[in-house]
């Protein structure tokens, strides 16, 4: 069974547009995350979602809204998506926050987003 | 703030050569270190990670050693494989603070 999962595998869209990534884990974890991953390989974390509690917030665009309906499930939803969003989006959870009693994070296999 | 640099890629080896990818990081305490790999097409998996000082993690035939010292965390295999190409990813972590991870290294293993 995958641990963490994430729909779509690939996003293909038109600026302007708003669209949904869904993340879902398995693993009884308390804490969700999301990545995104630059043209470089570079993970810049975007959010964290502790037990529906939003807790990280790095300064992303406030297009980027996460939405967390249980605590198996933190769904990334952007609006009026812009080119510069294109990336690859990761999703990931551990038991508790990263860093508290030093945390593994266990990763999705990521969502390609391109916005034409 | 904490921050985690890795060597610049991309490294390409023939197989059965050494491998050594260095990673250094900054850091207000004392952190957790790990180092993660991506295959092509996956998402990051955790290779191996140390949580103190001269802590060694190992899987799969990589180690690499907590030096406080240097603050480094380099990844090392004595002989590497083609199937051991991806990028890889080295990653701290620190009490109340997110994951910070390094650029990537994309390695190469010709046969």
């Known amino acids: 069974d995958t641990a963490v999962s994430q729909t779509p595998k690939y996003l293909v869209t038109q600026m302007g547009n708003d669209k949904s990534i869904k993340c879902e884990q398995n693993?009884?974890?308390?804490?969700m995350y999301w990545y995104k991953q630059d043209s470089k390989k570079f993970l810049k974390i975007m959010f964290s979602?502790?037990?529906?509690?939003?807790?990280i917030n790095e300064t992303v665009p406030n297009r980027f809204s996460p939405k967390s309906p249980d605590k198996a499930h933190l769904n990334l939803h952007i609006n009026s998506l812009e080119l510069g969003d294109s990336a690859v989006y990761f999703c990931?959870?551990?038991?508790?926050?990263?860093?508290?009693?030093?945390?593994?994070?266990?990763f999705g296999p990521g969502t390609r987003l391109l916005v034409l | 703030g904490d921050s985690v640099t890795q060597m610049e890629g991309p490294v390409t080896l023939s197989e059965e050569a050494f491998l050594t990818i260095n990673c250094t990081y900054t850091?207000?305490?004392?952190?957790?270190l790990f180092w993660y790999v991506q295959y092509p097409g996956e998402g990051l998996q955790l290779l191996l990670k140390a949580t103190k000082a001269d802590d060694k993690g190992s899987n799969k035939g990589f180690e690499a050693t907590y030096r406080k010292e240097t603050t480094s965390f380099h990844l090392e295999k004595g002989s590497v494989q083609v199937s051991d190409s991806a990028v890889y990813f080295c990653a701290l972590s620190e009490d109340n603070n997110d994951m910070r991870f390094g650029a990537g290294t994309r390695l190469t293993v010709k046969p």
């Open positions: 979602y502790n037990n529906k509690e939003l807790i």
């Open positions: 850091a207000t305490g004392y952190p957790s």
């Open positions: 990931a959870s551990s038991q508790r926050l990263a860093g508290v009693g030093q945390e593994t994070q266990y």
């Open positions: 693993l009884g974890h308390d804490t």
